[in-house]
Structures are given as structure tokens and as C-alpha cells.
């Protein structure tokens, strides 16, 4: 038995009364929970790192697997969703939620995959405009890729790679950002950050960012892997020049789900932007009369190399049909409202126990909420997931944690603290 001291009875009075007015409840029985082995489901707090399982997307894949079977090549038309062009059912939903063009948008390859080929098109480094900014903590792969791309151009992987520091706390203020290219701005030539930083939590204000950058003649672009669908976005009119995103984390396409990118409609139909090409990026209309000139498509689709991969985004497809129907907009409120009571609940019941390292205003962040243990505890994974609680934890000291508002509740964030609380206090 779990003891719950009095304190918070009235809390899962208002988690309860909460769940029962949330008008996007219903989207929870869309996808499939986690089961522990006494076949209750998990409090899944993951869905940043591995969305869950739309109860459509094996639907999806069947009735392409079914295609496939029935038709062999002659799928490409006659499939329900021909797969000639599979890849363009993504694409109005991909651009709702990042708030773009369609033909501004494209799904394809992977995340790390697709940040080099936007860095062989963006980051054009001349004279002593040479740099590269990136955030404190940025993803592994992120710094990877933007210092093989120095290397690729002759620059030094460390000295043209300006890291912006945390200011306040684990944070990185906006003013510090801004200050940057007041100092740097004649020697930067590209902006690579997170919309989100996986690790703080933090969003950045990338529509000032933007504004900042670009007066110095900066490219910017963002990797929205936890980002997109987790923020209200809009890349378009925030005039950022490129994004990239992965599909398996808050989009829930599925274990290495396809990717999504952005390309700035300004950038569009332009003969001056190197490329890598290939034949998924010709002109549709004469694609298939194989001709020597390449003749690039006018929207996004002409950074795509291959025809697309049916299978891996089927599933991806299943997820963003829910998107669409709960809408980006619905799902940020409910995201606030999720996050906001579950930082609330943390800080009145745990307060000598965590640091909560994630900005405190929504504004300067999404769903996700990380966690600082004071005094670290062995095994603290472990017994989270003998209680029945999947969530993520990153050397030394850090428990992530993301309400999710397409299939967390109110409920799921008050058991949480209850059962952490136990924990730390056994
Ligand atoms: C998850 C994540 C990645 C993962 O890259 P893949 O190419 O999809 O394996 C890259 N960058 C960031 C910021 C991420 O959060």
C-alpha cells in the first residue's frame, strides 16, 4: 500500500475534475499504453524520447503490406494511397504543425541524415563569416554533424564552433543569445540549435533568434526534435531559414520514423543553393522520362534523394491524421495546462528533493520537465518502473519527464509525484 499524506488529497480532487474537463481525453484510448505485468498501464513519460503507438498505425502498414501483395510494382498507382506519391500525404499535416507552407515541407530520410543535407545547402562560409553556433548540451549527433561540417570546409571543428552558455541557472537567456551576435555576428555564418534543448527542457525564442541573426546576415536553423509537436510553431512567418525534425518522438511514427524538413519558401526554386541531388528531387511531372538535366521541383521535395520508404511512414501517417484532428493549438493549451499543474504539484510536495532545472514560464518551454535529484539514489530508474512509471534519465543526476497532452492525464502527473515521493523518502 502507498501512504498519501493529507497535503495532497486535494490534489487528486483536481486531477481528477481536471481529466473529466479536458476536452482532448478521449485521444488517450487512440494509441496503446504500456501494460506492467499486472496489466495495468504504465504512467508514460517518454513520449519525447519514443512517442507511443497510434492504434491505427498497424492498419497503416497492413493495408500497404496488403498492397504490396495484391498489386506488386503496380502499387505505385493502384494502391489505395498510391505510393508514387506516399510522401505527399505527410505534408499538409507535417506543415500544420510546424506552422509552414505546404510546399515549404517535406518527409524524408532521418533526422541526422537530414542536417547534413541542409547544412550542404546552408552553411556557405566565406571570408572571416565563417562560424557555427550551437547551444550548451546540444543533442550528440547535432555536434557531430555541425563539426564534420566544419571540417568538411576547412574550418576547426573547435574554434569556429561557438557554444552558447548557460546565464541563469541551467539556462540560456535570450538577451545572452542576442548579446552573442552583437559580439560575434560578422564571424557567424550559421545558427544550429534546438528548439528545444533534449536535455534542459528549455525552449528558445527562436522568432527573435531569427530577427537577431538574420540582421547580421546569419542562416538559421533549428532541429526540432523536440520541438515538433510538442510546440506552437510557426517557422514560416518567423522567416527561419530551415528545421529539421524526427517523427518518433512526440510525433509517433514509430522507432526511426522518416523525418521532416523545412525549407524557407524564400530558398525555393533558387539555381544559386548548392544541393546534393537525386532523382526524387526532379521535377515530378518529367521524372519518369529519366532525362541527363536535372530539373529540380520548386517546393522542398527537391532535397529528396529517394523514393520514400512506405513501411516506416504508414505508421507516421496514422499519428499525424490524430494531430490533425486534435489540432496543435488544442494540444498546446492542454500541454500548459499538464505541465504547469505537474511543476506545481513537484514543487509543493518535493521541493527538498528535486530542482526543477526546465525554465519556469511556458513560454520558454514544452511539455517536458527536468528533474535534478539533490541527493541522487541508486537504481532510481528501476524502482520508478517497478511502480509502474516509464521516464528517462541522463547522467549524473537528471530525470526527464514528459506529459504528453495527446495521451497523458492529469491523474498520470499526480500519481507520478506520489510515487516518486515514496520513493525518495523510503
Ligand atoms: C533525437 C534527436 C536526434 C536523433 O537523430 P536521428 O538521426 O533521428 O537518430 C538528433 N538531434 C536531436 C536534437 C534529437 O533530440
Redesign the pocket.
Known sequence: MISVDKSLLLYIESAKRLDLLDPLSHFRDRFHLPKTDSGEPFIYFCGNSLGLQPNTASQFINEELDAWKQYGVDGHFHAKRPWMPYHEFLTQYSAEIVGALEKEVVVMN????NLHLLMTSFYRPEGKKTKIIIENN??P??RYAVQSQLKLHGNHPNNDLIILQPNDGAIITTDGILDCFEHHGDEIAMVLI?GVN?YSGQAFDMEAITTKAHTYNCVVGF?L??GAGNLKLDLHDWGVDFAAW?G??YLNGGP?AP?GVFIHERHLGKTDIPRFEGWWGHDKSTRFAMPDEFIPMETAEAWQLSNPPIMAMAPLLASLEIFHEAGMENLVAKSIQLTDYLEKLILSQLTDKIEIITPPSAINRGCQLSLRMINPIDNIMDKLNDVGIIADWREPDVIRIAPVPLYNTFVDCFQFVVLLKNILNA
Not at 532521418?110 to 541524415?113: G, H, N
Request: charged share 15%; net charge negative; proline share 0%.
Open positions: 532521418s533526422l541526422s541524415v546540444a543533442f549527433s547535432d534546438g533534449y532541429d526534435a523536440h524526427c518518433y518522438k526511426g523525418s
